[in-house]
């Protein structure tokens, strides 16, 4: 139990178009979903919490309108990255909260922007 | 001083050997604590989780928490090469509303 996905597992986009990542909570509902980004060989870094049927909670230093989040169901939460640059391209993964503190997360979207 | 502090490794030791991994923290209010594995470009995979002080077993894992010492561990036992990967602490309060806060990482390497 406890499955997490992401779509697609790797993109990659032109310079100023936007991309959609989504990530889906397959055998449970989860009211709170994170979405990280990771670079290479680094801790994983927080950009938002994302929580069913309202806005979400972003990070310091994160730029909303940059990084829209939706989560309208209680098992998907979706991260677009509007115009894209070279400098978004990363590691970004999503995680589920099941219950009040285990977090599982998704397998990860390779974003590649060109 | 960091929330979280884990030593980012690498850390190379040989098939068979007893591992250690571990993290020190400073916010006394932690009473949630979880050990994750990543495997190169996947997500992380949780792999224990604890509730307050004492130690819990899974198979060849065992995670211990010190709250007096604010010191958390996790054990490998007989350590085999398909244990490599990075492995990160995380804590949280026990208010549910609170973020869980994750250590750096230590990358681990089995030698065979």
């Known amino acids: 139990g406890a499955v997490v996905s992401q779509h697609p597992s790797r993109v990659i986009c032109k310079s100023g178009t936007s991309v959609k990542i989504e990530c889906r909570s397959l055998?449970?509902?989860?009211?709170?979903m994170f979405w990280y980004r990771q670079f290479p060989k680094k801790s994983l870094m927080l950009m938002a919490t994302s929580n069913e049927g309202s806005k979400a909670t972003y990070e310091q230093g994160v730029e909303k309108d940059k990084f829209l989040i939706n989560h309208a169901s209680l098992t998907l939460s979706t991260l677009t990255v509007t115009s894209a640059h070279p400098e978004d391209s990363s590691f970004y993964i999503c995680?589920?909260?099941?219950?009040?503190?285990?977090?599982?997360f998704g397998p990860g979207t390779r974003l590649t922007v060109t | 001083q960091k929330e979280v502090e884990q030593d980012p490794g690498p850390l190379s030791v040989p098939e068979g050997a007893i591992v250690s991994l571990n993290c020190t923290y400073s916010?006394?209010?932690?009473?949630?604590f979880m050990w994750y594995r990543q495997y190169s470009r996947k997500g992380p995979e949780l792999l224990m989780y604890t509730y307050s002080s004492g130690n819990k077993e899974d198979g060849r894992f065992t995670a211990q928490v010190d709250k007096s010492s604010k010191y958390i561990s996790l054990f490998i036992r007989d350590s085999q090469p398909s244990d490599s990967a990075t492995y990160l602490c995380a804590m949280s309060p026990m208010n549910r509303d609170d973020k869980i806060i994750f250590g750096k990482g230590t990358r681990l390497h089995i030698l065979p």
């Open positions: 995680s589920a909260k099941l219950g009040d503190y285990e977090q599982y």
């Open positions: 916010n006394s209010a932690f009473q949630y």
């Open positions: 055998d449970f509902q989860a009211t709170t």
